[in-house]
């Protein structure tokens, strides 16, 4: 979440039919309020997040308070006032739109034996793309569009470099490695982590990792290609790989909503 | 007792399990949030956030039936007031609200919920 935090006025203001927030998360609790009315709210094609929360004002509920999700394969269209000059019960705070990110997310996740004196762990934070319009929108498509990464080179302190990317409601991935290093072989590994709320530190910490492929070398010059699909592998909120050299070594990783 | 708004964060779960097995889920919402909201004034535009959460946890706890409820609602809770603390925690790291109310807000969780 970036600050001051991002909010639809000024696009109002200067007679926008709708708002465009993409931003990533800065932590799993990150929350955005709207004081605009709109007339939908739909998962846009940058989101790294699959599943948004949003709540709203409603008289029909005791609270005033009514709670909805969007998805890709779901948007959420109609009116829908913010309704600023009433209030929320009981707090008693103002009637806002708050939407966030629906789906879990831990950047303090470390896999079983990271050891931080030689390993290394880098996140590619989510992106939350959520688009509010202001207007009726003549057709809504909120299927999220294919990511694409290029990674070349793993930081870690000797040990293991791992690499975590988002894959909330991903349907697809493909994956190909060429270990760039002419010398030394470099073992690599993917699993798929679904994120738990946990005592990260402890002991044993609820996250779930399933292997996807179990480390292996790979030799020098050498490459393999993965791919991923949810009836075979199920579904994740994140892959992780261990690479055990750093470099260089290019990984392409092409995630997409649609199974091929 | 956590000792952080990040552990809080994590324990989240564990400890409203606890609450939700002995039939104490409601109440220890309700006690719960009143002081985020106390902490964190709607005027304060760089601690709402963390009210936005309190206000959504307020909802929760409302519709939340005393005694044990069916799991949905502790599942919903726990992950309201997980990030709740995470909120607490991010604002706290980039100064946007201030020692002394991360840890009036880390106090409330623990009395409420530890």
Same mark, same amino acid.
């Given at each position: 979440?970036?600050?001051?935090?991002?909010?639809?006025?000024?696009? @109002?203001?200067?007679?926008?039919?709708?708002?465009?927030? *993409?931003?990533?998360?800065?932590?799993?609790?990150?929350?955005?309020?709207?004081?605009?009315? =709109?007339?939908? !709210?739909? @998962?846009?094609?940058?989101?790294?997040?699959?599943?948004?929360?949003?709540? /709203?004002?409603?008289?029909?509920?005791?609270?005033?308070?009514?709670?909805?999700?969007?998805?890709?394969?779901?948007?959420?269209?109609?009116?829908?006032?913010?309704?600023?000059?009433?209030? /929320? +019960?009981?707090?008693?705070?103002?009637?806002?739109?708050?939407?966030?990110?629906?789906?879990?997310?831990?950047?303090?996740?470390?896999?079983?034996?990271?050891?931080?004196?030689?390993?290394?762990?880098?996140?590619?934070?989510?992106?939350?793309?959520?688009?509010?319009?202001? =207007?009726?929108?003549?057709?809504?498509?909120?299927?999220?569009? +294919?990511?694409?990464?290029?990674?070349?080179? /793993?930081?870690?302190?000797?040990?293991?470099?791992?690499?975590?990317?988002?894959?909330?409601?991903?349907?697809?991935?493909?994956?190909? !490695?060429?270990?760039?290093?002419?010398?030394?072989?470099?073992?690599?590994?993917?699993?798929?982590?679904?994120?738990?709320?946990?005592?990260?530190?402890?002991?044993?910490?609820?996250?779930?990792?399933?292997?996807?492929?179990?480390?292996?070398?790979?030799?020098?010059?050498? =490459?393999? *290609?993965?791919?991923?699909?949810?009836?075979?592998?199920?579904?994740?909120?994140?892959?992780?790989?261990?690479?055990?050299?750093?470099?260089?070594?290019?990984?392409?990783?092409?995630?997409?909503?649609?199974?091929? | 007792?956590?000792?952080?708004?990040?552990?809080?964060?994590?324990?989240?779960?564990?400890? %409203?399990?606890? $609450?939700?097995?002995?039939?104490? %889920? $409601?109440?220890?919402?309700?006690?719960?949030?009143?002081?985020?909201?106390?902490?964190?004034?709607?005027?304060?535009?760089?601690?709402?956030?963390?009210?936005?959460?309190?206000?959504?946890?307020?909802?929760?706890?409302?519709?939340?039936?005393?005694? $044990?409820?069916?799991?949905?609602?502790?599942?919903?809770?726990?992950?309201?007031?997980?990030? %709740?603390?995470?909120?607490?925690?991010?604002?706290?790291?980039?100064?946007?609200?201030?020692?002394?109310?991360?840890?009036?807000? %880390?106090?409330?969780?623990?009395?409420?919920?530890?």
């Amino acid at each position: 979440m970036a600050y001051p935090q991002p909010n639809p006025d000024q696009y @109002v203001l200067d007679l926008y039919k709708f708002w465009n927030l *993409t931003t990533p998360l800065s932590s799993p609790g990150d929350i955005y309020e709207s004081t605009q009315g =709109s007339l939908a !709210f739909c @998962v846009g094609p940058d989101s790294d997040i699959a599943n948004v929360n949003i709540a /709203y004002f409603d008289e029909q509920v005791p609270t005033k308070m009514h709670l909805t999700a969007i998805s890709p394969a779901r948007s959420l269209t109609g009116l829908i006032a913010a309704r600023n000059d009433q209030t /929320y +019960d009981p707090p008693g705070r103002p009637g806002r739109i708050l939407f966030w990110a629906g789906d879990v997310y831990d950047p303090n996740f470390r896999p079983p034996g990271f050891n931080p004196l030689r390993d290394g762990i880098d996140f590619v934070p989510p992106i939350l793309n959520v688009i509010q319009y202001f =207007s009726s929108p003549p057709t809504l498509v909120p299927q999220r569009t +294919d990511r694409n990464y290029l990674f070349q080179a /793993y930081s870690s302190l000797g040990g293991l470099a791992y690499l975590v990317i988002p894959y909330y409601g991903r349907k697809y991935a493909y994956i190909n !490695f060429t270990n760039g290093n002419p010398t030394d072989p470099s073992t690599v590994g993917i699993q798929g982590l679904n994120y738990s709320i946990t005592q990260d530190g402890s002991a044993h910490p609820y996250h779930q990792l399933t292997t996807i492929r179990a480390p292996a070398a790979v030799a020098p010059f050498a =490459s393999f *290609t993965q791919i991923i699909t949810t009836s075979a592998n199920g579904m994740f909120d994140a892959l992780v790989f261990s690479v055990s050299d750093g470099g260089p070594a290019p990984l392409v990783i092409r995630t997409s909503d649609t199974q091929g | 007792m956590a000792s952080s708004l990040s552990q809080a964060a994590g324990q989240a779960f564990d400890n %409203l399990f606890v $609450k939700w097995s002995v039939g104490q %889920l $409601k109440i220890s919402m309700s006690f719960f949030w009143p002081q985020v909201m106390a902490i964190f004034p709607d005027s304060q535009a760089n601690g709402r956030p963390v009210a936005n959460w309190g206000t959504v946890l307020a909802s929760a706890e409302n519709q939340t039936p005393n005694g $044990k409820p069916i799991m949905t609602y502790l599942n919903n809770a726990a992950q309201i007031v997980y990030r %709740l603390c995470w909120m607490g925690s991010y604002l706290q790291s980039v100064a946007l609200i201030t020692n002394a109310q991360a840890n009036d807000l %880390l106090a409330a969780y623990n009395g409420s919920f530890t």
